[in-house]
């Protein structure tokens, strides 16, 4: 091979010999014009480049389209520079924040000064980029220095691109041109505008500067783009879908929780027929639990400062927990717990433990605590107090693979007694060129990562790998799931980690009669019950499980002269643990039926004159209609029969 070639690895590990200086789109021409024709940027030894952007030396290669989340994401990052573009044609003068992609789409934050800006103009920015889009005109990358940076935009009087600039070092500053449009951005992006057919302009919000509430608040436009016009009207009406499935809207419905300002933003407040819910799904996974040897543990709702700081919880998230709370006593601080992790640690330390003890598993729902930024906080699925389904193996380091085998087991079992049937294990591991974001050694990230890859191919999961995605302790397996509307949601979760056990100095004595550190696995199938809660809501549309649905059954009586039958009804449903309750209004049945089917319950009892004379009850299942006559105890084996079929493993 000559000085002037290189190796270029593609994913199936073939290999092939390109000139030096070759693009992502030359090498996807070298295949087909076809593949060509749709890459958008490319995978090279890990990192997102532009298609466009030479490579010199040996590399590993993946070609990303629009099929690949990161091409997505590239696309979308394109998008909002061709949207920042079109306002800066429109309002001459404005300002920039940043403008990244996001999980669907992206959005620019804007300082328009005097001006505002109202959503009657989102579709004239929207023909703009349009126009813009059909020039097809290229993403030019360019490296900058950092003084010419700095000069370029102190002439245009952008403080918040300055800003930037502060926090980079001179020979890492890129600028990407895009006809008449220059930003500060790192990229990557497509390689021209034309790639984007089809443009809809969302929604307007406040977002203040860097996230500080003392900063200027900004105008964020949020946006979503595609390359092909029946793409978006999918998503359009995916949208309007999503709307009528808000957990917000139908737990306000269904009056499952609610919020109250004098409590305090982010702070849920579970209604009897939520309580109802998040209880059945509790004891739902204690009973799993208790077959497999968990051990039920409480701990409080605070702990001393020193247990955060000795576990690291305090260094990650004290900028984000509530504030230190002060005692009488001089120098003594506690905190809202941030995690359960460091409690169990201390219950696990509590007695000496020998190597005949181990695997012990604590588990507890346990209430923690995190300062999310107001302007962060979003119904059940961003809150500031939220419940952890929260478990803790100590084991052996030769017990760790099928420990970890069995809660994936658990996992599994969870989502499809709930009806998640997509879903994804992502492996998520430490970025290697970024160690100084977690703590241990590298001989324990290893043990820790062989552990879960392992583990994840025995199970036959379908699985991705995600650098940098491994919490600051340990590698973890998370699980990415995908609703009714195809959405994707990270659940259950679960974690390797050789490091709490040895900051806590935690033993058992091994065969060997040497005292040895357990490994710790943490695991949360449902991650955490609000979240989990907010996801399912809107996953089954609020038609929850027969198991798990608050009212399973509502008795209807024709009239008031029934009401004593349905009262009998309701007793013998209740000695079989079938919750419900009667509706007594002097309201005609056919309006009864219909305010049952928006409240969701799952089975509407009917009782009149016929079935009072026959013992019997006439039944109509939601969204279904009548299913027919039974008499009370062929029912209840009816229930039951549908509820052990959908918890059946």
Request: contains cysteine.
């Amino acid at each position: 091979m000559s000085t002037q070639e290189i190796k270029i690895t593609f994913p199936d590990d073939s290999v092939r010999q390109f000139e030096k200086g070759v693009t992502g789109l030359q090498v996807a021409s070298s295949i087909s014009e076809g593949l060509a024709r749709n890459v958008l940027a490319a995978k090279v030894n890990g990192e997102v480049w532009d298609a466009t952007r030479p490579i010199e030396n040996d590399v590993r290669i993946e070609l990303l389209t629009w099929n690949d989340a990161l091409g997505k994401s590239t696309f979308w990052h394109s998008s909002a520079h061709l949207m920042a573009e079109a306002l800066e044609a429109l309002y001459p003068g404005i300002k920039f924040g940043i403008g990244p992609p996001i999980e669907n789409g992206f959005y620019y934050d804007v300082d328009f000064g005097e001006m505002s800006l109202d959503g009657a103009e989102l579709e004239r920015i929207e023909a703009k980029m349009m126009e813009l889009a059909k020039h097809k005109n290229e993403f030019v990358r360019r490296s900058v220095s950092k003084a010419a940076a700095v000069e370029y935009f102190e002439k245009k009087g952008d403080e918040y691109k300055l800003d930037l600039l502060e926090g980079l070092e001179d020979g890492s500053i890129t600028f990407y041109e895009q006809g008449a449009f220059v930003d500060l951005c790192r990229g990557p992006h497509i390689p021209h505008t034309g790639f984007i057919k089809a443009i809809k302009l969302l929604n307007i919000a406040g977002a203040y500067w860097r996230g500080n509430e003392k900063n200027k608040m900004l105008t964020r436009i949020y946006g979503i783009t595609f390359p092909k016009a029946k793409e978006l009207q999918e998503y359009l009406t995916m949208l309007e879908e999503a709307k009528k499935r808000d957990h917000r809207k139908l737990g306000r419905e269904l009056e499952l929780f609610t919020f109250s300002e004098k409590v305090g933003m982010g702070l849920p407040l579970w209604l009897p027929k939520g309580t109802l819910l998040r209880e059945r799904l509790v004891n739902f996974l204690k009973k799993e639990q208790d077959k497999t040897g968990y051990q039920q543990v409480i701990t409080p709702h605070i702990g001393h400062k020193a247990l955060y700081e000795t576990s690291g919880h305090y260094e990650k998230y004290g900028k984000d927990s509530f504030q230190p709370i002060a005692t009488p006593n001089e120098g003594e601080t506690f905190l809202l717990k941030p995690m359960n992790c460091p409690h169990h640690c201390e219950i696990y330390k509590s007695k000496p433990r020998s190597y005949k003890d181990l695997p012990v598993r604590y588990a507890e729902f346990g209430t923690v605590y995190r300062y999310e930024q107001s302007g962060e906080l979003h119904g059940l699925t961003r809150v500031r107090g939220f419940t952890q389904d929260d478990a803790h193996i100590f084991c052996r380091q030769d017990q760790v693979k099928a420990e970890f085998v069995k809660v994936i087991d658990l996992v599994l079992y969870v989502f499809k007694a709930l009806g998640f049937n997509e879903y994804t294990a992502q492996i998520s591991l430490r970025d290697p060129a970024d160690k100084q974001k977690y703590i241990g050694e590298d001989e324990a990230w290893n043990k820790a990562e062989r552990a879960i890859i392992e583990a994840a191919a025995e199970k036959g999961l379908s699985t991705v790998t995600e650098l940098g995605e491994a919490a600051f302790y340990g590698p973890k397996l998370d699980f990415m799931v995908k609703d009714a509307l195809g959405r994707s949601w990270q659940l259950g979760t679960i974690q390797v980690d050789y490091q709490l056990p040895d900051r806590f100095e935690l033993e058992y004595v091994g065969a060997d009669n040497q005292r040895h550190r357990p490994v710790m696995i943490h695991r949360a199938p449902f991650g955490s019950l609000e979240r989990f809660v907010a996801v399912l809501i809107e996953h089954c549309a609020g038609n929850f499980p027969l198991w798990l649905a608050p009212e399973q059954v509502i008795i209807l009586p024709i009239s008031e002269k029934y009401t004593a039958y349905a009262e009998e009804v309701k007793r013998s449903l209740e000695n079989s643990d079938i919750t419900g309750g009667i509706d007594n209004r002097d309201e005609k049945i056919g309006r009864k039926i219909r305010d049952a089917e928006v409240k969701k319950i799952p089975f509407m009892i009917i009782v009149g004159e016929k079935e009072q004379e026959n013992g019997v009850l006439s039944l109509r299942k939601h969204g279904e209609g009548d299913v027919g006559t039974f008499t009370a105890s062929e029912f209840i084996g009816y229930f039951k029969e549908i509820i052990a079929s959908s918890l059946q493993k």
